[in-house]
């Protein structure tokens, strides 16, 4: 078990009444759908880090709105802190990138369909209720 936090970032993309959900690639929690992010890499910040993973994972460009929240979960051996923010759609198609297998909108009334992790179905409600 690593005794080292990975420090990670989230992002809660939305386009009207959308969010955006990758299907993760890599692990932890490979196969399941989740929103973008990924590692936070040497003197990057949070948010730049954010908007790198959201590009690179889906090939969308958005604007930051606000940090949603700070979780701090074990996954697989590993501790990670997950730096949550959400952004508002610019530009771009979904398309998956890097780490991802697959990438699309879905309308938050329908995200009951994709069984998100707990954390990540609190954290795409907590952004929401504060747009």
Avoid at 99 to 113: C, G, T, V
Wanted: glycine share 8%; charged share 30%; aromatic share 10%.
């Amino acid at each position: 078990m690593s005794k080292e936090f990975i420090n990670c970032t989230g992002i809660v993309c939305f386009k009207g009444d959308e969010v955006l959900l990758i299907k993760r690639g890599n692990p932890p929690r490979k196969g399941e759908w989740s929103i973008p992010g990924g590692k936070i890499e040497f003197g990057e910040t949070e948010m730049k880090a954010a908007l790198r993973e959201l590009y690179e994972e889906t090939g969308i460009k958005a604007s930051i709105e606000k940090k949603i929240n700070q979780v701090v979960v074990n996954l697989e051996g590993f501790k990670y802190i997950l730096h949550n923010y959400s952004a508002i759609w610019i530009s771009g198609k979904p398309t998956p990138g890097s780490d991802a297998l697959d990438a699309k909108f879905i309308k938050l009334n329908k995200l009951s369909k994709y069984k998100l992790w707990k954390k990540t179905q609190e954290t795409i409600n907590a952004a929401y209720n504060e747009e």
